[in-house]
């Protein structure tokens, strides 16, 4: 995960992107792929997939209140500028997410194929 942000970091400033930008980008990568990695690690047996038909209502408030609050941040101007973010666009948001998931993806195989399954 950590490879992944400052890759996206690193990645938005070489493009000409602005600073606070490139934090935005890099701080929205980071709490997606952790949500992501809450779903992921619900269970070391079932797949990402087998585990969404467990019902579990504290999962959904934290990624309820972690995505809204997560919006706030980068759309209300005040919290914004508290954060010294810039603003992003939809096209950075799906950036965001397909790193988030392919974080997880990556996660989910290597816990299939390198890790050792529980007994």
Known sequence: LLAVLLAIYAGALHLGRMEGEARALTFSAMIVASLGLIFANRSRS??????????????????????????????????????????????????????????????????RYALPQPR
């Not at 467990?54 to 209300?76: D, E, P, Q, T």
């Not at 500028?81 to 790193?99: H, M, S, T």
Request: with cysteine; charged share 10%; net charge positive.
């Open 46 to 111: 079932r797949s990402l997939l087998a585990t969404l038909g467990k019902r579990n209502h504290a999962l959904w408030w934290v990624m309820g209140g972690a995505s809204s609050l997560l919006a706030l941040v980068l759309y209300v101007p005040a919290l914004r500028e508290l954060f010294y973010f810039g603003a992003l666009q939809a096209a950075d948001l799906a950036l965001v997410v397909g790193a988030g998931a392919g974080c997880i993806a990556v996660f989910e195989l290597a816990r």
